[in-house]
């Protein structure tokens, strides 16, 4: 049975100058479920993430053509409302990036931009997201403290925590472990796996072995195209291609 | 060329750096001693209480209490003014166009142009437009106002040009406005090097004697509102060492003395506010 989606790109292309990024990618992103995609480092997987949220458009010299739908609308269409767009779509980068403000304000930051101004609402919520995101013992007594303070693991489940305030459908993760240590990177996978039941998650890695333990769906790219993509037990157990073989095996990577 | 010449070359280079480092300090340590040793000595509670009497520049009783007031407000005005334009225009050149783009680079080379044009032709130039109208502190404000935005401007930029494009793509991605983006997260980040900047474009300001003397004139007392003439230290200074008089010029010495003094205490104070500015800052 096929889950619902609300997220879909429908013959997609983007290039940078001359450099054909994605070619003619269609693919529908399952609800409520973690959607993984992976292939070798230049395939175009983070080019894909990012056109989810529209954030491509920021460099220079990018052509998107073809459609990303959300809830059916075309978020690349000239009337449509890029940062509404953008608070559906939370960010996971691959570097934490804080905000420069304390930890209290970074959480804070996003609801207070979208007309949040009650104080006691705003404390409200900044402890439940961080309570959310795993960090609210470790920050409770130093919340006004510069987020910048924090080791790097926990300013990526402080960015997770400022991401969830804003109350995201989507959450998108740009290799979002690749610069923390083994015990923080398990720490945010955990939020991954407990968080997939109320949003839907797409994550980019290159680590194989962190794909099988989160993926529910596989989408497998190589030279800006899917190669193949399913269901995540069905992908590693029987791939259908034989690239998907090989990468699965190591022999490309 | 073998390792014997490399570390001969090195040798050479290491000994031309260092002589370049002892003469600038020479030449920097001769100036302050002398203006310090000349300007302290003739340093008196009159000339930084009172303002000159008529017969001041005969050498007559009175201070430079007059250009002390005139230097600090006109300074002071100009920097805010530049700021709230120069502000804008380096968020508007980091936020709103590329890195790529021909017109941030074309603004980037005409506010190099405007940093090199001598303070003189802004003076002259003003003069002309403003042709008929009275030399006041407004208008010194104005002009030098105009003359501090492109020091402010590029020096800002600078640093902005710095900033990550993640801290920026962070921001978006709660779903935040260009405007708000620009003015919540990337001038919170920019705050410290906007206090440098500040600080750069007020001594540009507080030391400028070419474009004040014919724009904001000079006066013998302190200006009661913008529209009268103000006196300046700058100007002051180039009164005193005018006249014929040794006692006038020895005040003159004593007028650069209160002037470094005042451009010492921004340094410090900017340095004090720089290091609170600077708690949150994300790209250290």
């Known amino acids: 049975m096929e889950k619902s989606a609300h997220l879909e790109a429908k013959n997609l292309s983007v290039s940078y100058g001359a450099n054909q990024a994605i070619s003619g990618l269609s693919l529908r992103i399952p609800d409520n479920s973690i959607t993984v995609i992976i292939g070798p480092s230049g395939c175009g997987k983070t080019t894909l993430l990012k056109s989810f949220n529209r954030l491509l458009d920021l460099g220079d010299n990018v052509q998107v053509t073809g459609e990303v739908l959300v809830d059916g609308e075309n978020i690349y269409s000239p009337t449509a409302d890029v940062p509404g767009l953008r608070k559906r779509m939370g960010l996971l980068a691959q570097r934490p ?90 720490k945010i996978e955990e939020k991954f796996l407990a968080l997939r039941s109320i949003y839907t998650i797409v994550l980019v890695t290159h680590i194989l072995r962190q794909a099988k333990r989160l993926a529910d769906y596989i989408v497998f790219m190589f030279n800006g195209r899917i190669v193949e993509h399913g269901p995540a037990k069905e992908f590693f157990e029987n791939p259908k291609e034989d690239l998907s073989r090989e990468y699965i095996s190591g022999v490309i990577s | 060329m073998n390792a014997r010449h490399r570390y001969k070359a090195d040798t050479l280079f290491h000994i031309l750096l260092n ?57 002071t005005g100009a920097s805010i003014l530049a700021s709230t334009f120069a502000v804008p225009i380096v968020l508007y050149l980091r936020v709103y166009l590329g890195k790529r783009s021909f017109f941030a680079s074309a603004i ?18 003003s003069v002309i437009i403003l042709y008929g109208m009275k030399a006041s502190l407004l208008a010194g404000i104005v002009i030098v106002g105009i003359i501090e935005i492109p020091v402010l401007a590029r020096a800002l930029d600078e640093v902005a040009q710095l900033v990550p494009a993640e801290l920026l793509e962070a921001s978006y991605s709660l779903g935040a406005t260009r405007g708000q983006t620009a003015f919540k997260v990337l001038f919170r980040e920019l705050l410290p090097g906007f206090i440098s900047a500040f600080l750069l474009a007020f001594g540009r300001g507080i030391g400028d004697a070419a474009a004040v003397l014919l724009v904001a004139g000079f006066s013998d007392s302190i200006p009661g509102s913008l529209l009268e003439p103000a006196a300046t230290l700058p100007v002051s200074i180039f009164f005193q060492i005018q006249t014929p008089f040794p006692v006038v010029q020895e005040r003159a010495y004593a007028t650069g003395f209160v002037l470094m003094i005042i451009i010492l205490c921004v340094s410090l104070l900017s340095r004090l506010f720089y290091s609170r500015f600077s708690r949150y800052q994300v790209n250290k």
């Not at chain 1, 609210?136 to 960015?159: F, I, M, N, Y």
Request: with cysteine; hydrophobic share 45%.
């Open chain 1, 97 to 186: 990036c804080p905000l420069p403000m304390s930890i209290y304000d970074n959480v804070a930051f996003g609801p207070r931009l979208h007309g949040l101004r009650s104080k006691k609402d705003i404390d409200l919520l900044v402890r439940r997201e961080l309570a959310e995101a795993s960090l609210w013992d470790e920050v409770k007594d130093r919340l006004h403290e510069p987020a910048t303070r924090l080791s790097v693991g926990q300013q990526q489940r402080l960015c997770l925590a400022r991401g969830l305030a804003v109350r995201p459908e989507v959450i998108l993760g740009d290799e979002p472990t690749s610069a923390l240590d083994p015990v923080s990177s398990k």
């Open chain 2, 19 to 75: 002589t370049g480092v002892v003469i600038f300090c020479i030449v920097f340590a001769t100036m302050i001693v002398t203006i310090t040793m000349k300007g302290s000595m003739h340093l008196t509670v009159e000339l930084v209480t009172q303002v000159p009497s008529d017969m001041y520049f005969n050498g007559g009783p009175g201070g430079v209490l007059n250009a002390i007031v005139g230097s600090i407000m006109l300074a």
């Open chain 2, 108 to 125: 980037r080379f005409l506010m190099d142009i405007l940093w090199g044009i001598p303070t003189i032709v802004y003076g002259a130039v």
